[in-house]
């Protein structure tokens, strides 16, 4: 089991910048890639940002490509994902996720691909 907890969400305004943290206890060494998915209201759960657990590799969302970053904490069992000039597009529920097992780039962008999920974090955008 992979227990997954984000923290960082809140209340910016347009233009801003927020950073969102993953930790991850259990059995990390099991995973192979997290990822970064977010949910509006009303909407369908979106993929923004994949890591693999070695960090080598990376794939963005086009939404958010040139203004999100995921890294990986190798010491403290974390993925975080910082979030600059925010728009109030990006308000959504945010969610870590985690997967064993190799898949394409297709796959990893797509939330039932992903096994384990944390519980959410609000991100709100104010315009």
């Known amino acids: 089991q992979v227990q997954l907890v984000e923290s960082g969400g809140g209340l910016v305004p347009a233009g801003g910048s927020l950073r969102l943290s993953c930790a991850a206890s259990?059995?990390?060494?099991?995973?192979?890639?997290m990822g970064w998915f977010r949910q509006a209201p009303g909407a369908e759960r979106e993929f923004v940002a994949t890591i693999s657990w070695s960090g080598s590799t990376i794939y963005y969302a086009d939404a958010v490509k040139g203004r999100f970053t995921i890294s990986r904490d190798y010491a403290k069992n974390t993925v975080s994902l910082q979030m600059n000039s925010l728009k109030p597009e990006d308000t959504a529920v945010y969610y870590c996720?985690?997967?064993?097992?190799?898949?394409?780039?297709?796959?990893?962008?797509?939330?039932?691909?992903?096994?384990?999920w944390g519980q959410g974090t609000q991100v709100t955008v104010s315009s």
């Open positions: 996720a985690a997967v064993m097992g190799v898949y394409t780039n297709y796959r990893l962008k797509i939330a039932h691909t992903y096994k384990y």
């Open positions: 259990g059995r990390t060494f099991s995973i192979d890639n």
